[in-house]
């Protein structure tokens, strides 16, 4: 069997009863030894939660663990993982860290008397209640922190850009330092509601705070490992035991045992994925409704009063495939499969979004700034005022509908040609095969401030962002020079801002 999460009152021979938790009495004896191997194993990772079925596996404590009980019992992580509200419109990261000491177990177990007369006098329901379908037949100390990050907002690109300097704060060396200060500056710098939750989950260590502050926590993460071990081996706990079924033993009656209880089982999965199904479900309702009561403009027009109605209604559902499950857990006999009636009212559609991006000097922006101010010097046919590419974050599997660009022109020139260009270009993530998604297109030179919408070949409608880097390229030229056609460096075009109009596929 897979190794389940430890419970008080655990301990190796002791019996439980898999599906409702319970810790019953010890009916297994047996010779238990220190581990033969010494040390331990540290997990560590930053992982991107897509589904819940992710987080529950990531947590030990998916429907497929056995010794789970299935979701419907009362467990500290299954309360940590519904505490997250896992919902579809957010980005979930999970840093996990886990160090596992060598396992204690049993030798050469053997039901105890009591429990042997219980099978022989066919009474193998007493034995049940007495001592449960499985024994503890190990137990694994050590210890586990997890914290989720819960990023949300209107505007997919800036949720992505904190997602990235979240998992830099973890994978790269000295980069977890700034976090706090970056996701402040995310927050603060949004125009699209962008807001970040942490959710942590202690078993052992030294420093049992309960941090908030991203750096801090992001801190402890990598710092957990260390702070069970050596001198601080005493502060960690039994977190997992290795669970056996008494089919494994030596059993009297064995053509008549009914400890079996797969059925049962079964029936108690079929119906947990259910209830993480209406579970994600009611957590994007409450997501919607939230967002539309603090005006995020997120969704399209919903009948808020329908969808609340219908949300009371799917909680309900949700309480009675809950006490079904605990019926089902103390009798057999009363399981059967759970169901809910889908929703009435459809979830509303995102809106058609836009995201204003600032320019970022990814290259040779003449004068070295994304707002150049430099003189234009008769040098030939052409004279480049300003040109560069600024790399463009856009969300993953996106419509393109638009492209806008914005700059504010300090300065014309009355002596030659000004020629302001921009577009939107694409290539492998390996540099290969550049591709013009929007053509150069260009600007009304006019002071004052000056826009240009761009649209995108047909053939880039549909557009993997995660296949390929985006490129906002800009130029800014005067054609055939006089020498009156200067630009002073306290004049020059000053960038404002590029948009690019999108919607959800």
């Not at 320019?359 to 300003?386: E, H, Y």
């Not at 297109?441 to 549909?462: C, K, N, S, W, Y």
Request: net charge negative; aromatic share 8%; proline share 5%.
């Amino acid at each position: 069997m897979q190794e389940r999460f430890f419970s008080p009152g655990m301990d190796i021979g002791v019996g439980v009863n898999l599906l409702t938790g319970e810790v019953l009495e010890r009916g297994v004896t047996g010779v238990v030894s220190d581990p033969l191997a010494v040390g331990q194993t540290v997990e560590s990772r930053i992982v991107r939660i897509d589904d819940l079925s992710s987080l529950h596996k990531s947590l030990q404590i998916d429907v497929s663990a056995s010794g789970s009980y299935l979701g419907f019992s009362a467990s500290a992580k299954m309360d940590y993982a519904d505490s997250c509200g896992f919902n579809e419109h957010s980005i979930y990261l999970l840093v996990l860290v886990r160090v596992t000491n060598a396992l204690t177990r049993m030798d050469t177990p053997a039901l105890i008397p009591e429990a042997t007369g219980l099978l022989r006098n066919k009474r193998p329901d007493r034995f049940r209640a007495r001592f449960g379908d499985v024994f503890v037949a190990g137990i694994h100390t050590g210890g586990e922190y997890f914290a989720v990050f819960q990023i949300t907002g209107t505007d997919e690109s800036e949720k992505e850009s904190l997602a990235v300097q979240v998992d830099a704060s973890f994978t790269t060396i000295g980069a977890g330092a700034n976090l706090s200060a970056a996701v402040n500056t995310a927050k603060s710098s949004s125009h699209s509601h962008l807001d970040m939750r942490v959710f942590t989950f202690q078993n052992g260590g030294k420093d049992v705070t309960q941090d908030q502050d991203p750096g801090q926590i992001m801190a402890k993460a990598k710092g957990f490992a260390q702070s069970i071990q050596g001198e601080n081996a005493k502060f960690a706990v039994a977190y997992s035991i290795l669970p056996e079924s008494y089919l494994t033993l030596d059993l009297p009656g064995d053509a008549d045992n009914p400890i079996d209880i797969e059925n049962q089982k079964q029936m108690l999965a079929t119906n947990f994925k259910l209830r993480n199904e209406l579970m994600v479900l009611l957590n994007n309702m409450d997501y919607v409704l939230l967002s539309e009561a603090q005006n995020h403009q997120e969704f399209e027009p919903f009948d808020v009063a329908a969808m609340t109605q219908e949300r009371n209604r799917l909680a309900g559902d949700m309480d009675r495939i809950v006490k079904e499950a605990a019926a089902c857990m103390r009798d057999a006999q009363t399981c059967h499969l759970a169901t809910f009636q889908p929703l009435a009212v459809p979830l509303p559609k995102k809106r058609t979004g836009t995201t204003t991006l600032g320019p970022k000097l990814d290259r040779d922006w003449v004068g070295g700034s994304a707002s150049p101010q430099v003189s234009a010097i008769p040098l030939g046919p052409s004279t480049f005022i300003a040109r560069g590419n600024m790399k463009l974050d856009l969300p993953h599997l996106s419509r393109l509908m638009s492209f806008r660009a914005k700059a504010k022109i300090n300065s014309i020139v009355k002596d030659g040609f000004a020629n302001l260009f921009v577009g939107l270009k694409r290539m492998a993530l390996d540099g290969s095969n550049p591709q013009d998604v929007v053509r150069d297109t260009q600007f009304e030179v006019r002071l004052g401030m000056a826009e240009v919408t761009g649209f995108p070949d047909p053939a880039f409608e549909i557009i993997d962002m995660k296949s390929f880097q985006y490129f906002i390229t800009a130029v800014y030229m005067v054609r055939n020079p006089t020498p009156n056609a200067m630009i002073s460096p306290a004049e020059a075009v000053v960038w404002q801002s590029f948009d690019v109009e999108v919607s959800s596929t």
